[in-house]
């Protein structure tokens, strides 16, 4: 399974900014595609996560109401939109994968990871 994450950028506080995460070689009937984050000095944390097939969603408390996952089972894409951004959000955000649908937050649960894409938000 590849991933790989695209969108990132810099962008001014209160705007902004869709990252999307191409999936290859998936071949699982069932998962959770997520999204995480890290910034300097600080651990990886989930940000959002999606069922591949169900569709049903979850985020975390920081996110939530401003940042809306979805997921395109045809163009096996996993998109993340950002809105109202903050300077806290300012992170290295990473795609992740998984083949069962048990610990969605949990970051050591995850199989597979993209390489990253920074996401700078200036106040």
């Known amino acids: 399974v590849q991933l790989v994450e695209a969108g990132g950028g810099l962008v001014q506080a209160g705007g902004s900014l869709r990252l999307s995460c191409a999936v290859s070689?998936?071949?699982?009937?069932?998962?959770?595609m997520g999204w995480f984050r890290q910034a300097p000095g600080k651990e990886r944390e989930f940000v959002a996560g999606?069922?591949?097939?169900?569709?049903?969603?979850y985020y975390s408390d920081s996110v939530k109401g401003r940042f809306t996952i979805s997921r395109d089972t045809a163009k096996n894409t996993v998109d993340l939109q950002m809105s109202t951004l903050r300077p806290e959000d300012t992170a290295v955000y990473y795609c992740?994968?998984?083949?069962?649908?048990?610990?969605?937050?949990?970051?050591?649960?995850?199989?597979?990871w993209g390489q990253g894409t920074q996401v700078t938000v200036s106040s």
């Open positions: 070689g998936w071949t699982f009937s069932r998962g959770i």
């Open positions: 992740a994968a998984k083949n069962n649908v048990r610990s969605v937050y949990s970051r050591g649960a995850y199989d597979f």
């Open positions: 999606i069922g591949w097939t169900s569709g049903v969603t």
